[in-house]
């Protein structure tokens, strides 16, 4: 089907097939808690004597013998934590399993740290995590802070909105609306730039921000669609998913800002990864067979 093979279209496949694969996997399959060892059914090992000099955070993660990763832990699908098990799930909870392992550490090595959108850059800069990976989008503006990995994943803004709402179908309608989203996050910035007729209310997070939606303290929620879906399969029965993708956000991996060592290695294993990381997508996010592209790394 070329004729639909747009940008927008592509980036919209990308994400559509979120919702079936959370409800195929339940949204808490495929992932396994710190404590676990990486599983044998994992499409990555352990690496041994791994090769990686002059990287300040490599060298930290092999004295500490153990790896702190900033992640997400509200977004189903993508990095999800079960309350009841402690288990995180979700492809990125994946690519930063795969991640530790190529330099080394296995899962049981991992310290999961929940970090919200607007506080990644502070807690790469003040050494409270080794790395990122969360629905992070790669900004010239967050280059200044941080360096990134990747991109790994493509997606685009998106808007949620109750089942029953009949006048927001796309970011046409947003005027005198109001909507929510995530403090520090490129939706918001994109909303307060670009749509000065709407409002926004933003939250720390978009589980804050799916509950104000849900009563009626919003209009919309606004974030990246792969994100959205991901609340619309948890509760179909009151959400959906409305429109196309209208900017286009990459996810990197966030690390320290000049750690080029690092960057370069996370690059080449995305690079050398292709198997792995299409075993990782197809477990996660394309559990409903729907194949997307990996997108090649932007060595920068
Ligand atoms: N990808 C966007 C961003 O990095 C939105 C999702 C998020 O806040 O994590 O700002």
Redesign the pocket.
């Known amino acids: 089907m070329a004729l639909f093979c747009t940008k927008k279209a592509a980036i919209t496949a990308a994400t559509a097939v979120l919702a079936l694969a959370l409800s195929a996997c339940g949204g808490s399959g495929g992932g396994s808690s710190s404590s676990e060892g990486t599983g044998a059914s994992a499409p990555y090992t352990v690496a041994s004597n791994v090769s990686l000099t002059g990287s300040p955070t490599f060298d930290k993660i092999k004295s500490a013998g153990k790896v702190r990763i900033g992640v997400?832990q509200d977004q189903p699908g993508l990095g999800f934590m079960d309350a009841a098990t402690g288990q995180y799930s979700g492809f990125d909870i994946e690519i930063a399993k795969w991640t530790a392992a190529s330099l080394g550490l296995s899962a049981d090595k991992i310290e999961f740290k929940p970090i919200p959108?607007a506080n990644r850059e502070s807690a790469i800069q003040n050494g409270d995590i080794d790395f990122y990976v969360?629905?992070?989008?790669i900004t010239d503006s967050r280059k200044k802070q941080v360096d990134f990995a990747g991109p790994y994943f493509i997606t685009g803004q998106g808007l949620l909105v109750k089942k029953s709402n009949t006048t927001i179908n796309s970011e046409k309608d947003l005027a005198g609306k109001t909507v929510c989203s995530?403090t520090?996050?490129?939706?918001l910035q994109n909303i307060q730039k670009n749509f000065p007729q709407t409002q926004t209310r933003p939250f720390d997070t978009y589980s804050q921000c799916v509950d104000a939606l849900k009563n009626g303290q919003v209009d919309a929620v606004t974030?990246?669609q792969a994100?959205l879906l991901g609340y619309a399969a948890q509760d179909p029965d009151n959400l959906k998913v409305v429109g196309q993708p209208f900017t286009t956000?990459k996810?990197g991996v966030g690390l320290a800002k000049g750690d080029t060592a690092l960057r370069k290695f996370i690059n080449d294993m995305f690079t050398n990864g292709k198997d792995t990381w299409q075993k990782i997508y197809d477990s996660t996010l394309g559990k409903s067979g729907t194949k997307v592209q990996q997108p090649a790394v932007d060595n920068y």
């Open positions: 997400k959108s969360g629905t992070y989008s995530a520090g996050s490129t939706p974030t990246d994100i956000e996810y």
